[in-house]
């Protein structure tokens, strides 16, 4: 079932759990190696695999992120699959239909994945929202499962954007090369900029995954920065409390 939705500037922001479990051990490694420099115990890390739902007064739905997709997807390397994104929608009350704006944080298998399925864009009156960068840069499965089927739905976007009303994007580059933040009112919702809460308390810590780890460190301490600044909501992708309050200087 849904996580309890929060009402942010007027919107129903609900976080729907598309998976829970660890890396598969194509690419698991120890705590140690995936954030050198963290402090952290070799222990299983349990991730969380979140997409957010948003609706306005108006009825607009706006969905961000899209999971893991079915058990044939590209994150069936690695990833629990399938992702139960469909049946969250449902519980929500949310049909695929319904949905007119879908926002890819970025083309990882697991933020995406669910994009599609049967080879078609399972939001089909959907637009899909995407940074140019990370259009440019995509390749293998990513491109020929996910892009290439979605490319007539497709609004590409170069820098900060409004994208829907209220509700706009700003380009986080470094865990890759068009990562983006979503922003509505006073919540981030941040995809992949923060993966481990230890990256909260150092941003310097660096993750093994990130296509560039020095230009993802200086992005999160840079975007961090400005969040806490603002005492800022997170909603975060990955850790097990979907919603974080960074509510202190």
Same mark, same amino acid.
């Given at each position: 079932m849904p996580h309890k939705p929060r009402t942010i500037s007027g919107v129903e922001v609900t976080p729907l759990c598309d998976a829970v479990?660890?890396?598969?051990?194509?690419?698991?490694?120890?705590? #140690?190696?995936?954030?050198? *420099?963290? +402090?952290? !115990? $070799?222990? /299983?890390?349990?991730?969380?695999?979140h997409c957010y739902?948003?609706?306005?007064?108006?009825?607009?739905? #706006?969905?961000?992120?899209? *999971?893991? +997709?079915? !058990? $044939?997807? /590209?994150?069936?390397?690695?990833?629990?699959?399938?992702?139960?994104?469909?049946?969250?929608?449902?519980?929500?009350?949310?049909?695929p239909a319904d949905v007119g704006t879908v926002i890819l944080t970025h083309l990882h298998s697991d933020h995406a994945s669910g994009a599609v399925a049967d080879g078609r864009p399972l939001f089909e009156n959907a637009r899909y929202v995407l940074q140019q960068a990370e259009v440019d840069?995509?390749?293998?499965?990513?491109?020929?499962?996910?892009v290439t089927p979605i490319k007539g739905q497709l609004q590409v976007v170069d820098g900060d954007s409004q994208v829907a009303p209220g509700v706009r994007v700003q380009l986080t580059p470094?865990?890759?090369?068009?990562?983006?933040?979503?922003?509505?009112?006073?919540?981030?919702?941040?995809?992949?900029?923060?993966?481990?809460?230890?990256?909260?308390a150092d941003p310097s810590v660096r993750y093994v995954y990130d296509d560039d780890p020095a230009a993802a460190a200086a992005t999160r301490a840079e975007v961090l920065g400005a969040l806490r600044a603002e005492r800022a909501v997170l909603a975060t992708a990955h850790f097990s409390d979907p919603f974080l309050d960074l509510s202190f200087p």
């Open positions: 479990g660890p890396m598969g051990p194509a690419i698991r490694r120890p705590l #140690t190696e995936m954030f050198p *420099g963290g +402090g952290l !115990a $070799d222990e /299983p890390w349990i991730l969380h695999f739902l948003l609706r306005d007064r108006a009825g607009r739905v #706006t969905l961000v992120d899209t *999971g893991i +997709g079915a !058990a $044939d997807s /590209p994150a069936s390397t690695w990833a629990p699959v399938p992702g139960t994104l469909p049946g969250e929608l449902a519980a929500a009350g949310v049909e840069a995509a390749h293998g499965a990513m491109l020929d499962q996910i470094g865990h890759t090369p068009g990562h983006q933040v979503v922003r509505l009112g006073e919540l981030a919702m941040t995809g992949d900029l923060v993966l481990h809460p230890a990256q909260l």
